[in-house]
């Protein structure tokens, strides 16, 4: 079993090679090879299962299909052959036509491209479109699907038992494009087209300008609807239509920058507590007098292979940072609100994890956290954390990945939850007790996994898991706004620290983006945990 963990990683670390880091299908790969890195790791500490067999064939289908696709061998005959497998292999071009002759629907799915045209990856592709349209849309479904690309119709992919219209909107907000389906009935139609819409224009207010995303696609010659005349259509029965919207889809992907790149080796003053979170009884301290728990670690990435963290690259740039006095909600602590510029920065999507964090107790030594059940509970948060046990962690990450992690700074983990336009919540100004995992009426139980809330609770960068489940940690010291690079980032001062985000035991007051609270740096509590940071420019 041990060879064939072996020829996985082997294979692997052949994909991404040949991929490279400007490959728009690389942060695919990256998410699968966490997955299966983290299944070996469990099933290599705690035996195999049937759960971690399923979930293995399940990311193999998804590391075979994305090897043939781009690379035209299946992901068995990569990690077998190595380099000589798709060594003639031109990864960059896997643009692929539509089916539009009957010699086309015999060629080799690899081998169509349009003359002129080359995408770097299939992208996935949303339809919007009116029931009266339905023959056509699957018409267009067939031809995107035999191009090489990963079409989304309702029809087709909401599997029976699924509630369809969470489906609809977690496929939208999954899909790299948003096509909406133009005819005569379909823009004096009402309902669920309308709907999808105005859910597609809200997602495109999180992306930059010049991103192409929602692209009217005309059936037949006809009137745009109103919400759409910002955009330049398609005319899909004209002759050169299908080249116009595979160009668009191109050029798209082209803008659309690399903003997940998880990091791989060889890979005045106030309350401390808000009033209903006061530390509960049997929140474990740790001895102020006794400091930072320093370790020694082995310098080995072994334990660490397939669980590092996933990094999302954040902007440079100003963003707004604070409550406004108007906010009804905002605490003196939160104010005055302000403009605030970082430097680009990596923050982890997820906050850390049980079996993160276990691969570092088990490198070093190091005390683990009270209670502490990494196999029950794999993916869920790391809680009794103090302060100073995520220091370490972050040392040991930087000793076995030659990056320097740390602590995100409260600036940075206030502008990756809200985004450049000061949010109030990660998703929105709206609140939607949906997105997140707090006391409400849905009543919440505890700690949920990491990403269960994901993509609806993100932020405007896509960070999950910003508001509640966890206070998280951040390197700052409290102290009054506005912020500033000054002494607040001494890590060497024993002083309260700043934790964010809210957790499972707190209300949609104390989930806000901006909702700060101070705690002494050696507490440990099971509604505390914390995510990393790293400078993009090392």
């Known amino acids: ?18 991929l490279g880091k400007e490959h728009y299908r690389y942060t695919e ?58 060594s003639q292999t031109d990864v960059s071009v896997q643009a692929l036509s539509p089916l539009s002759t009957e010699e086309t629907q015999t060629r080799i799915h690899r081998d169509i491209r349009p003359e002129g045209l080359q995408l770097t990856a299939p992208a996935q592709i949303f339809l919007s479109y009116a029931r009266e349209d339905k023959e056509k849309i699957e018409r267009l479904y067939q031809q995107l699907s035999d191009a090489g690309f990963k079409p989304w119709m309702d029809t087709k992919d909401i599997l029976p038992g699924e509630r369809w219209e969470l489906a609809i909107q977690e ?32 997602i495109l207010k999180g992306m930059f300008d010049r991103d192409i995303y929602l692209i009217p696609v005309r059936l037949e010659d006809c009137e745009a609807p109103r919400s759409l005349r910002d955009f330049q259509w398609v005319n899909l029965f004209e002759e050169d239509g299908w080249t116009r919207l595979v160009k668009a889809i191109q050029v798209g992907v082209g803008h659309r920058a690399e903003v997940i790149k998880p990091i791989v080796q060889e890979s005045t003053p106030f309350e401390p507590y808000l009033a209903h979170e006061k530390p509960f009884p049997g929140a474990e301290i740790a001895t102020p007098e006794k400091g930072p ?33 108007h906010d009804p909600w905002s605490l003196e602590s939160e104010r005055p609100q302000h403009t605030h510029t970082t430097d680009s920065y990596y923050v982890s999507k997820y906050p850390i994890t049980n079996i993160q964090y276990h691969a570092f107790v088990e490198a070093t030594g190091y005390r683990a956290p009270k209670n502490w059940d990494v ?100 390197s700052s010291l409290l102290m009054s706004y506005p912020y500033a690079y000054d002494e607040r980032e001494n890590i060497d001062i024993p002083s309260e620290r700043v934790l964010r985000g809210g957790s499972w035991r707190s209300s949609k007051k104390g989930v806000r983006c901006t909702c700060r609270k101070g705690a002494a740096p050696s507490l440990r509590q099971d509604d505390i945990g914390f995510r990393v940071a790293c400078s993009e420019k090392e």
């Open 293 to 325: 728990e320093r370790v020694q670690t082995d310098n080995s990435t072994k334990s660490a292979k397939g669980l590092l963290p996933t990094m999302i690259l954040i902007p440079s740039g100003r963003f707004v940072m604070g409550a406004s006095s």
């Open 1 to 18: 079993m041990i060879e064939v963990y072996t020829h996985y990683e082997q294979g692997l670390q052949t994909l991404l090679e040949r």
């Open 171 to 202: 496929a939208i907000r999954c899909s790299d494009f948003f096509l909406v389906c133009l005819s005569r009935t379909s823009v004096d139609k009402r309902g669920w087209i309308q709907r999808e819409i105005r859910e597609a224009l809200d």
């Open 375 to 474: 196999e029950l509970s794999p993916h869920v948060p790391v809680t009794r954390v103090s302060w100073y046990d995520c220091l370490e962690y972050c040392r040991w990450l930087t000793e076995v990945t030659g990056r320097e992690f740390r602590l995100p700074t409260e600036a940075e983990w206030e502008k990756a939850a809200r985004g450049k336009d000061g949010y109030r919540w990660p998703w929105g100004n709206e609140f939607d007790e949906m997105r997140c995992n707090i006391v409400s009426d849905l009543s919440s139980e505890g700690i949920i996994e990491v990403g269960t809330l994901s993509p609806f609770g993100d932020s405007p960068y896509g960070i999950s898991d910003m508001a509640g489940n966890v206070w998280e940690w951040t």
């Open 29 to 86: 790969a990256l998410t699968l090879q966490a997955r299966l890195l983290e299944n070996i790791a469990l099933t290599r500490q705690y035996g195999d299962t049937e759960t971690r067999r399923a979930e293995r064939a399940q990311i193999m289908n998804g590391l075979n299909d994305l090897s043939i696709a781009v690379l035209g061998v299946s992901f068995n005959e990569l990690a077998t052959l190595g380099d000589a497998a798709v």
